[in-house]
């Protein structure tokens, strides 16, 4: 498949816990391309690699090294490939100089990153850079931000013209099983500092305001309101509170490049689902006890050092057992709000046409995680032409529409479908 390449995808930190999951998956899917893992320990590379479960009809990977901290390693590394699969994180301390590489070797980049300043910060930075070389950059493309955003996109677009829709409410809920839910440690500490640095980021959104202007996604009627505080959802029978991650920013930039190109947007609201009053107040608790100490210096080294203490038993330097990768579920529902008619939502009319999609898949942190950027990496190789962009920072939403990728990740057992509107 590589033309002009010798790889047609790179999984670049591929000795972590996620970029270990990438590969296992990129076996898993059958990917029949040149591939590599690429590292600063070529005998953990090997490892990883021996521990791959390789038949005679699978592709071994080569081992590449390379190491964020050396420039030209990594350049060597984007020249040698169509795509980039970034697992290396936190990315706001390791993600720049790689998207740097992948811009001047023009290669395309992908990566799993959860981080909004991050996030918003290539897109303000290299945005015009990465159009000039014809290189497409997408982070996000991971959990919980691809079943966010495609999973918008599909439920908006159930709306058939004239009807308009003007809202989607998205609900995240995790099931486990009896071992609990598991995380790893990379993902807790890219939490801490994302929260230690939400100043930051608000500096940077009045910073890409005056330097691009803001964009009017002209959305009819008035905005809905989002309760702060937990509130019993009788539609889903669960307590909802709003979701304290990147969901929302990658789903609104999604909106707004749309409306950029003169398509229609909405409003969006995301929240994450619990089952009892007991589980509500534990999230608040410790929820609590994390904000305050993640934004103090002092407060982040106890954070670090202990995280299974301050997250509850779930994170921790081992990571989740394979028991809680197996037992553990996500599912994502999408209740999109609109009119039949878009008059009647500028009266200020509530809306009269719901549809919900709903999407559901395995352990969302690292499996789930793999199939969404090993099938956007098959996109970009196989579909290129089909996204509207030649270059540019894309979210995936903005990325993925109108290619197969909603077929390509429910061949790998994501299920995705439109459900009825549930009532209270």
């Known amino acids: 498949m590589a033309t002009g390449r010798t790889y047609d995808v790179v999984v670049l930190g591929a ?4 970029g270990q999951k990438i590969a296992e998956e ?16 070529r005998s953990k590379l090997e490892s990883v690699v021996e521990r791959l479960d390789l038949t005679s009809a699978s592709v071994r990977p080569d081992i590449v090294l390379a190491d964020v901290g050396d420039a030209p390693s990594l350049l060597a590394l984007a020249c040698s490939t169509r795509v980039l699969i970034s697992a290396v994180g936190p990315f706001r301390r390791y993600g720049t ?4 590489a992948c811009i001047e070797g023009k290669c395309d980049y992908l990566d799993v990153c959860g981080e909004p300043e ?12 990465a159009e000039t070389a014809g290189v497409l950059i997408t982070s996000a493309l991971g959990f919980d931000c691809v079943p966010a955003d495609v999973g918008t996109q599909l439920a908006a677009s159930l709306f058939k013209p004239p009807a308009r829709c003007t809202w989607v409410e998205s609900f995240v809920s995790i099931h486990a099983g009896e071992a609990g839910l598991g995380g790893n440690f990379a993902t807790y500490e890219s939490a801490v500092f994302g929260y230690a640095h939400a100043k930051s980021l608000s500096r940077l959104r009045k910073q890409a305001v005056a330097a691009k202007g803001k964009v009017d996604l002209k959305i009819p009627g008035p905005r809905p309101r989002q309760s702060a505080k937990p509130v019993w959802d009788a539609r889903l029978r669960r307590w909802t509170l709003p979701f304290p991650a990147a969901d929302a920013s990658v789903v609104k930039r999604t909106w707004a490049g749309l409306a950029k190109q003169g398509e ?24 609590t006890i994390f904000s305050f100490l993640a934004n103090r210096a002092w407060g982040r080294t106890l954070l670090l050092r202990f995280p299974s203490l301050f997250s509850y038993g779930v994170f921790s330097r081992e990571g989740p057992t394979d028991r809680q990768i197996h037992d553990t579920r996500f599912e994502y529902l999408h209740i999109a709000h609109g009119h039949a008619d878009p008059a009647a939502a500028a009266a200020g009319a509530p809306p009269d046409e719901h549809r919900s ?3 559901v898949g395995p352990e969302p942190g690292y499996i789930a995680c793999s199939i969404f950027v090993t099938q956007a990496a098959n996109v970009l190789l196989e579909e290129r032409d ?3 962009a030649r270059g540019g920072v894309l979210t995936p ?28």
């Open 357 to 359: 999609v709903r999407i």
């Open 397 to 424: 939403g903005l990325l993925l529409r109108g290619t197969s990728y909603l077929d390509r990740i429910r061949a790998r057992g994501i299920r995705v479908e439109e459900v009825p509107t549930p009532s209270a």
């Open 386 to 388: 089909a996204i509207g």
């Open 118 to 129: 991050f996030m918003e910060r290539i897109e303000l930075e290299y945005g015009e850079a």
């Open 15 to 18: 000795t972590g816990f996620t």
């Open 97 to 100: 100089p790689v998207v740097k």
């Open 26 to 41: 990129m076996i898993e899917s059958k990917f029949l391309g040149s591939w590599a893992v690429a590292g600063r320990s």
């Open 264 to 287: 229609a947007a909405a409003h969006t609201s995301v929240s994450f689902t619990l089952a009892d009053r007991w589980t509500v107040a534990l999230y608040v608790f410790f929820g």
